[in-house]
């Protein structure tokens, strides 16, 4: 399961809407959305990313004398995971493990997910949902790879500043003790545990304009901070909360903070997304292999 996205600009006021729950976004809201999708070719590459997710898992879990087909669903766009559950039904099958291609659990984000995921079931067919997978080994050694091929792109790697980012969350999850601040400090820990770098800094990116206080520090923030910084030889940004380019990718780093950066003379670069390749392929797999072993009903 994924976000969803818009498939043309006319998509996006009803996309908007959708993620509004129905409350219909100001002409002004709408336009900003249209002006960054606009500003990455106009759509966002993640339906087609997601479809091939599904499909390499799918092979890989064959590959292993895994039986499993694998659908995707979207939580704001078509296909909506209500269209896609009654397809599963249909097929005839019996069991499903629900996965959302979120590494990191809050209540708000994969909270969305699961709601949407039962309210499709109803019951009807044996359902086990994966809340989270932060701490899934092959997740973090797939970002690790992925942070030592870009840290090429610099001249002294040594000196860059590894800025792992994710998506920011209203600030009123922390009075509920929402796992979601801890979780990625744990992964973004276990990767630099990998690469045995001592030091790297968060960052959150993307928050809401809904008038309420949102996680920080926000990325821009920070990297005026980092740009007071002597001796610094690049930052290196490591969206660790995503899992695919998306338009917080495309736009909110490759775009906006990208420009920031320039303007405060900082070289900034970020990792490639995990996309459909061969070791996020495996991490999922083993996710996925591992619940049905547990036979969690």
């Not at 997601?50 to 669903?73: C, H, I, M, P, W």
């Not at 990297?223 to 998306?246: C, E, K, M, T, Y």
């Not at 003379?265 to 061969?278: F, I, M, Q, Y």
């Amino acid at each position: 399961m994924a976000y969803g996205t818009p498939n043309s600009i006319e998509d996006i006021e009803p996309y908007l809407t959708d993620i509004r729950r129905g409350r219909k976004a100001t002409p002004e809201a709408v336009l900003e959305l249209k002006n960054r999708y606009n500003k990455i070719g106009g759509k966002s590459p993640l339906l087609e990313i997601t479809k091939a997710q599904a499909l390499a898992l799918e092979r890989k879990l064959q590959s292993e004398n895994t039986d499993a087909r694998v659908y995707f669903g979207m939580k704001h766009w078509h296909p909506y995971i209500r269209e896609v559950v009654p397809k599963i039904i249909y097929d005839g099958l019996k069991r499903v493990v629900g996965v959302a291609l979120a590494p990191h659990y809050s209540q708000i984000s994969i909270g969305g997910y699961r709601r949407a995921f039962d309210e499709a079931n109803a019951g009807r067919l044996e359902a086990d949902f994966v809340e989270s997978w932060y701490d899934n080994p092959l997740f973090h050694a797939a970002i690790a790879e992925k942070i030592k091929e870009a840290l090429t792109r610099f001249p002294d790697p040594e000196k860059v500043e590894l800025l792992f980012t994710a998506h920011s969350l209203p600030e009123r999850i922390l009075e509920q003790n929402d796992p979601y601040p801890n979780q990625l400090q744990s992964s973004c820990k276990s990767v630099a545990e990998i690469l045995k770098r001592e030091r790297w800094s968060f960052a959150y990116q993307s928050a809401g304009m809904t008038g309420e206080k949102w996680l920080g520090p926000d990325i821009l923030e920070f990297l005026g901070q980092l740009s007071r910084r002597n001796g610094l030889g690049g930052v290196l940004v490591v969206p660790i909360g995503f899992v695919a380019d998306h338009l917080e990718i495309l736009y909110d780093l490759d775009v906006e903070a990208k420009e920031y950066a320039r303007s405060l003379g900082l070289h900034l670069e970020r990792t490639e997304s995990l996309n459909a390749t061969p070791a996020f392929i495996a991490a999922l797999a083993d996710i996925v292999q591992k619940r049905l072993k547990q036979n969690v009903r």
